[in-house]
């Protein structure tokens, strides 16, 4: 009876809709198929994310860290950047803003508690990984504020940020 409904309300819908949307493209009985809009504009935010994440390393390496990995992904996420110094493993998040968008607060603010979690448990799998369980660990933030040529306005290092 219930699979019967179902059945019978999806064929209802589909006698009431004269639009029809399959893979990416808008069909309307008796007319050509239109093209639908493949996806938003693309405003940037990854490569200014890259860019930071360069800065980050280098300011880092500047400082006698050596990175181990950059944007290593597992299911529960991905860690920034993973750097050794001074025989601890640093896990590193960075995060940007760009000079403009100083409304929406600090690098450093972004960091939610939910962020946290997911960045301790993303290094929880990766030391797993890697047979690093019983190295020390640290998890540093780096926060950087970008110009619009990409070039860094302010790059604040927090260690043992959480």
């Known amino acids: 009876m219930i699979e019967r409904n179902a059945r019978d309300a ?19 009985p008796g007319r050509k198929a239109q093209e639908l809009p493949a996806e938003r504009p693309k ?28 944007n290593w992904r597992c299911r529960t996420g991905e860690l920034d950047l993973i750097a050794w110094q001074d025989n601890v493993l640093v896990i590193v998040e960075v995060r940007s803003r760009s000079k403009r968008g100083g409304v929406f607060g600090t690098p450093a603010e972004s960091v939610t508690p939910r962020k946290i979690k997911q960045v301790r448990d993303t290094a929880a799998v990766y030391m797993h990984h890697t047979s690093r369980n019983n190295a020390p660990v640290r998890f540093d933030m780096i ?20």
């Open 143 to 162: 926060g950087v504020v970008l110009r619009p040529d990409g070039s860094a306005d302010s790059l604040d290092h927090i260690i043992a940020a959480f």
């Open 43 to 70: 405003d940037g935010r990854k490569a200014r994310g890259q860019q930071a994440e360069q800065l980050a390393a280098d300011y880092l390496i500047g400082l006698g860290y050596e990175i181990l990995v950059r």
């Open 10 to 28: 999806h064929n209802s819908l589909d006698n009431n809709s004269n639009n029809i949307e399959t893979s990416g493209q808008h069909f309307t």
